[in-house]
């Protein structure tokens, strides 16, 4: 015969997992985690709960997305501004100027369409670009064009894209675990918790120590409003679920 009711831990929602876990603490810190023989497994649950803050808090999306999304639309624009500048001058009366516009286009043809690149190929794709139209080969043709101003633009958007996708990625690197990687822990660990309780009972009797008793009522109440707490929730899913194909049907 089991005295301590099974909890479903692995049905609860994070947020409800969590209150359960520390309502299992506040129980094992009031009737003292020594005497129940739960020490390791208390200290251990207090750090997961610590721990686990930053997981349920944390936002599923960067902040710096949508700056990142922004960043490369002004990019993208500086790429269509250079292009449609150079497209110009390839008609310019001055033949001097129309073949450097056209030795640039044969040039900028070879990267292909910037704008359908990934993120970091477009990234790479206009370093690249810029490096050319610095060098020693092409900077002269810039500058008898007038397209300095331009190629500056595309450099400087380009660098802050980058600069914003370092954030992002240091962002994430310092990122808690999500919430289904960091709940596991806690449940095996009050699953442990029960498992101990349980075996020093068969081995030793209730009477083992003056603590069990109480645990095991006020876990098993623990227990029963928990799972109350689950039936109401699948009772509003099913609801929920229930309207929804009335609403199709209509």
């Known amino acids: 015969m089991k005295h301590l009711e099974n909890i479903p831990l692995h049905a609860m929602r994070n947020e409800t997992l969590v209150r359960a876990a ?37 936002a599923e999306k960067s902040a710096i997305t949508e700056n990142l999304r ?40 070879g990267y292909g369409n910037f704008t359908r690149k990934t993120y970091a190929d477009e990234s790479a794709a206009i370093s690249d670009l ?25 450099k400087d958007s380009n660098e802050k894209f980058i600069e914003l996708m370092h954030e992002r990625d240091a962002e994430r690197a310092g990122r808690a675990d999500p919430m289904h990687v960091a709940r596991v822990p806690i449940q095996e660990n009050l ?34 409003r928990y799972k109350h707490v689950l039936a109401l929730e699948q009772g509003h899913r099913k609801e929920n679920a229930e309207e929804e194909e009335v609403v199709e049907d209509e």
């Open 191 to 224: 699953a442990a918790i029960a498992e101990r309780v349980e075996a020093v009972i068969v081995l030793n009797g209730m009477d083992f120590a003056p603590e069990l008793e109480p645990f095991v009522r006020e876990y098993n109440v623990i227990v029963h």
């Open 22 to 58: 520390q309502d299992v603490y506040d129980l094992i810190k009031k009737l003292g985690a020594g005497a129940l023989g739960l020490m390791a497994l208390f200290t251990a649950l207090g750090q997961l709960l610590l721990k686990v803050t930053g997981s349920l808090d944390q």
């Open 130 to 154: 810029v490096t050319e139209l610095y060098s020693a080969t092409y900077a002269p043709l810039v500058i008898l064009l007038g397209l300095g101003d331009w190629v500056t633009v595309l």
């Open 70 to 109: 922004r960043q490369d639309r002004s990019r993208d624009n500086a790429v269509r501004s250079f292009l449609m500048a150079l497209k110009g001058l390839l008609t310019h009366p001055d033949p001097d100027k129309r073949a450097a516009a056209e030795r640039l286009t044969v040039l900028v043809d």
